[in-house]
């Protein structure tokens, strides 16, 4: 019997002033089910499905949980995202990130840690100097 999937609810409104706290209770949530023993770790799920209004403080907290999920060693999953999420997400580039298409439906396992590849600055794209620099 598969096991359930538990999810973190997202509330019907995230806006700039809600997304602090969000951040800390996603931070809490996201290590819940970290096994210290180095045990199977499920995948974090985020439901989207109650938010109605919400600016792109979502999509900062969103990028966030991904973020903590993937360094603690889980898959990220986003469920239920309401269309215009997913239009705001592709606007700023991110919809990717988060698995979401521009028709707004979301795929089962966003990512996963070996699916990310660490960012290494190039050795040829730096110069030294400022670019602003006269």
């Known amino acids: ?22 951040a800390r209770g996603i931070e809490q949530a996201v290590m819940q089910d970290v096994q210290p023993d180095g045990g199977a770790r499920p995948a974090f799920v985020v439901d989207a499905s109650a938010v109605q209004a919400f600016d792109t403080s979502l ?18 999953e986003l469920a239920g995202a309401p ?9 700023y580039g991110v919809a990717g990130l988060l698995g979401l298409a521009a028709n707004g439906a979301t795929p089962a396992i966003v990512a996963t840690r070996a699916a990310v590849a660490p960012m290494v600055p190039s050795a040829a ?10």
């Open 125 to 134: 794209g730096s110069s030294g100097g400022s670019a602003g620099a006269a």
């Open 59 to 76: 999509l900062a907290v969103l990028l966030h949980a991904r973020r903590l999920a993937l360094g603690a060693g889980r898959a990220f």
């Open 1 to 22: 019997m598969p096991e359930e999937k538990r999810a973190m609810q997202l509330p019907a409104t995230v806006t700039l002033p809600e997304a602090g706290a969000l």
């Open 83 to 91: 269309d215009k999420l997913a239009q705001l997400a592709q606007l």
